[in-house]
């Protein structure tokens, strides 16, 4: 059974400051995802990662994929306020397993 | 539509009695998926739909739940007899072919099922 798991599960930033999220997984996937969900929304795909060594960066996030460590990184880069969501990562099969999830949250 | 649509967002029942959830996917999308999200916790898989046919429905908790696809594109989520334990936010997710390497799987803004 896949097991995927993030940490932390709640984190706490200053805006500014820099931290990473990160997600560990039990079996071999050829895909992972990153999804942000704002409160009371669904989620909104962020990332897809493909491959061993795969980066991806959009604006103040980047994504990085360990297929041999089976782990997955978000890195935040000067983190603003608008970043505040929860963060999941997700391993595909067929279906998507989740992570349970990173609540961020960045004060100003 | 632009998006995966579901209706309704909000559903209250009272235990015991049966509900239906809809899902419209994007238009095109081949694979269709349920899931199922606890408060505070990500979501959990219930079916996937590869066209007309359940490819998995492995993630079904019990016979109360079932789900159609008729004409591979609308999905109904059932649940009879509901419990208050079935209380969560429906999610429904539609892929364009199912599993391609770079598929990705949109989401719905969720059903919010509340049972008393």
């Known amino acids: 059974e896949l097991k995927v798991e993030q940490n932390p599960l709640f984190l706490s930033m200053q805006e500014g400051k820099n931290y990473t999220i990160y997600c560990n997984y039990s079996?071999?996937?050829?895909?992972l995802y990153w999804y942000r969900q704002d409160p009371g929304k669904s989620l909104e795909s962020l990332f897809v990662?493909?491959?061993?060594?795969a980066v991806k960066q959009e604006g103040r996030l980047m994504a990085s994929l360990d297929t041999k460590a089976r782990l997955s990184t978000l890195h935040i880069t000067a983190a603003v306020h608008d970043l505040s969501a929860t963060y999941f990562c997700?391993?595909?099969?067929?279906?998507?397993?989740f992570g349970g999830g990173t609540r961020l949250m960045v004060k100003p | 539509g632009a998006g995966v649509s579901q209706t309704p967002s909000n559903k209250v029942t009272e235990k015991g009695k049966y509900v239906e959830l809809r899902c419209d996917p994007i238009?095109?999308?081949?694979?269709l998926y349920w899931y199922r999200q606890s408060l505070g916790q990500g979501p959990e898989f219930l079916i996937y739909?590869?066209?007309?046919?359940?490819?998995?429905d492995s993630g079904l908790p019990n016979d109360r739940f079932f789900a159609v696809r008729p004409e591979g594109s609308v999905s109904t989520l059932k649940i009879q007899r509901t419990e208050r334990g079935d209380s969560a936010v429906y999610l429904c997710?539609?892929?364009?072919?199912?599993?391609?390497?770079?598929?990705?799987?949109?989401f719905g803004p969720g059903t919010r099922l509340t049972v008393l």
């Open positions: 997710a539609s892929s364009l072919n199912g599993g391609g390497v770079t598929d990705t799987q949109y």
């Open positions: 079996t071999t996937s050829d895909r």
């Open positions: 990662l493909l491959s061993n060594g």
């Open positions: 997700a391993v595909a099969g067929n279906m998507l397993t």
């Open positions: 238009s095109g999308h081949t694979a």
């Open positions: 739909f590869q066209g007309t046919g359940a490819a998995d």
